[in-house]
């Protein structure tokens, strides 16, 4: 079983529709979690930064992280056709080790 | 302020040679990591350095390596490069490595012939 699990899609929606992007874990020491976008050609964006369980949100995204599950999610409300592109879950156990685990990403195309 | 700058941006070598990569971290990061991304197994961590002085190392062999300058600055090397080195190597720098998020640089393209 791979660390970390996101489904990579594509995943094609209309403008102005909730994107919902998930990943799974299987390691329970992972404490941070992280969002990246990543366009064509250039390297990941962070979107959202989070610690531990419970939500954030920021404009149009809000991320939740569900430790007792292993799971967490990315919301994406309107979504505009600039949001197409590869949607990265990363996270790790923090406390010093930035070695970064990545899910491999899923690929959104907004459609206008 | 400016981003996370590697250099060069493409870069094409022959089987059997080896490659130097650049990186320059975000003013005030002292935390530089390296991770190589290619379509089939996604990102994957090389190293990170942190005040010249390498904390953590990915399951790469040794032909994998790197280093970081006084000023933050680092450079990774692969010698004997192999047809499964092509890929899209990503620098990224945080301020201090320990539990603050990771900003990425847009990477160099390593195509090996």
């Known amino acids: 079983q791979k660390e970390v699990e996101q489904d990579p899609g594509p995943l094609s929606v209309p403008e102005g529709a909730i994107v919902s992007l998930n990943c799974t874990y299987s390691?329970?020491?992972?404490?941070?979690f992280m969002w990246y976008r990543q366009y064509s050609r250039k390297g990941p964006e962070l979107l959202m930064y989070?610690?531990?369980?419970g939500n954030k949100e920021d404009g149009r995204f809000t991320a939740q992280v569900d430790k007792s599950s292993k799971y967490i999610s990315l919301f994406i409300r309107d979504s505009q056709p600039s949001d197409s592109a590869t949607y990265l879950c990363?996270?790790?156990?923090?406390?010093?080790?930035?070695?970064?685990?990545f899910g491999k990403g899923t690929k959104l195309t907004v459609n206008p | 302020k400016a981003g996370v700058t590697q250099t060069p941006r493409y870069l094409i070598k022959t089987r059997g040679q080896q490659v130097t990569l650049s990186c320059s971290p975000i003013?005030?990061?002292?935390?530089v990591s390296w991770y190589q991304q290619t379509p089939g197994q996604g990102l994957q961590f090389l190293f990170e350095?942190?005040?010249?002085?390498?904390?953590n190392k990915g399951n790469f062999p040794g032909r994998f390596s790197g280093r970081q300058f006084s000023n933050s600055r680092s450079e990774m090397n692969v010698s004997t490069l192999e047809l499964g080195d092509s890929a899209l190597y990503l620098c990224?720098?945080?301020?201090?490595?320990?539990?603050?998020?990771?900003?990425f640089g847009n990477g160099t393209r390593l195509t090996v012939t």
């Open positions: 990224a720098s945080s301020f201090t490595g320990a539990d603050s998020p990771l900003h």
């Open positions: 390691n329970s020491a992972f404490q941070y």
């Open positions: 989070t610690y531990s369980s």
């Open positions: 990363a996270m790790s156990a923090g406390g010093g080790s930035e070695k970064l685990v």
């Open positions: 003013s005030g990061h002292r935390s």
């Open positions: 350095y942190f005040s010249e002085t390498q904390r």
